[in-house]
């Protein structure tokens, strides 16, 4: 299974570019001090001042940048350890077909091990929405 738009997307500070860009810009005016605590916060999220205020603009009332890319990186590890779930059912799968012994159940867990990992990457896409 390749790599999804949001696993590739978990660590970059910027937005995805779009196709023809975007020519649309705002301005915000703040004091020195605002500006010093906008890139403080920023910075704690590992994301660009810009970012910051955009993901604060449509995120969920109390949501940050920061929980979502927590609740992200969550999700990859559960589907990490699926991935090694999946991995042991194939191995018992070798077995079973060299000793020509293989319990339906098996077949059937690897069947829910996918469609779980496409669940969990259906999420992560979800929650990294801009």
Known sequence: MGESQAVRRLGKSRRDNEPGGRSKKIEVYVTVNEKAALVAKAAANNVTVPRLLF??????????????????AELLGIRTLLGAMSNNINQIARHANATDEFPAEASAALEAARRIMLRIDDAVRQVMRP
């Open 55 to 72: 993901d604060s603009a449509f995120a969920e009332a109390g949501e940050t940048a920061h929980d979502r890319r927590n609740l992200a």
